[in-house]
């Protein structure tokens, strides 16, 4: 069965570098999102990627924050300089239209640890 | 406006019996309702969704309950089995299901 694929499954970075989360959505869909997960919190959406441009973004996905589809397959997110509060599990999602009722993809996550 | 509303946070159910959550939202542009179920240590997966135009759907041993003029919509886990245990999460969208706005979250434990 197709599946959404992230890399890596866990990332620990220092306050202040640069991180890029990586995904691999399933290969014949066409929009794809980045969500987040704080421990115990609920999943928020970031941001929404289709025809190679951003069509929505959350209030959380500041100028720290950057999407990408490099090339035909993979699908990033970058943290420019990352905060402690940015620790968290990172989702990416997929979908193959945005017909009515359209099932969203969810990869297996990445969790973020910021020290 | 954008929120959607879940209760409760934990519920402890015996095997076999029914396990019912709950959430409520306040956008009325919203047209799109799923819930998914999470195991620890993976992504959110689609369990079950409705669109405002029906008042139930049911999908095996689960059904959402949907009341538009209350804005409220509920999963329903009939005969509850311990593989149940999960965390569900409602959700609600507009614009044919674009952005996703998810509830806080239910843990569920069904008890042998």
């Known amino acids: 069965e197709p599946e959404v694929t992230q890399t890596p499954s866990h990332q620990v970075t220092q306050m202040g570098q640069e991180v890029i989360l990586r995904c691999v959505p399933i290969?014949?869909?066409?929009?794809f999102y980045w969500y987040r997960q704080i421990l115990g919190q609920k999943v928020e959406f970031l941001v929404s990627?289709?025809?190679?441009?951003?069509?929505?973004k959350s209030e959380i996905f500041d100028d720290q924050f950057s999407v990408e589809r490099p090339d035909g397959s993979n699908f990033t997110l970058k943290i420019r300089s990352t905060k402690l509060e940015d620790s968290a599990m990172y989702f990416c999602?997929?979908?193959?239209?945005?017909?009515?009722?359209?099932?969203?993809?969810f990869g297996q996550g990445t969790r973020l640890t910021v020290v | 406006q954008q929120q959607v509303k879940q209760s409760p946070q934990s519920l402890i159910v015996q095997k076999g019996g029914i396990s019912i959550i709950n959430c409520a939202y306040e956008?009325?542009?919203?047209?799109?309702f799923p819930w998914y179920q999470q195991f620890p240590g993976k992504g959110p997966a689609l369990l079950i969704a409705?669109?405002?135009?029906?008042s139930e759907k049911k999908e095996g041993r689960f059904t959402i309950s949907f009341n538009k003029s209350a804005k409220q919509f509920s999963l329903h886990i009939m005969d509850s089995q311990p593989g149940d245990s999960a965390t569900y999460f409602c959700?609600?969208?507009?614009?044919?299901?674009?952005?996703?706005?998810f509830g806080g979250g239910t843990r569920l434990m069904v008890k042998p």
């Open positions: 999602a997929s979908r193959p239209n945005q017909g009515a009722s359209t099932e969203a993809f």
């Open positions: 290969s014949n869909h066409l929009y």
């Open positions: 990627f289709y025809n190679n441009e951003i069509s929505e």
């Open positions: 956008n009325t542009a919203f047209d799109y």
């Open positions: 409705i669109r405002p135009d029906v």
């Open positions: 959700a609600a969208s507009s614009n044919a299901g674009n952005m996703l706005t």
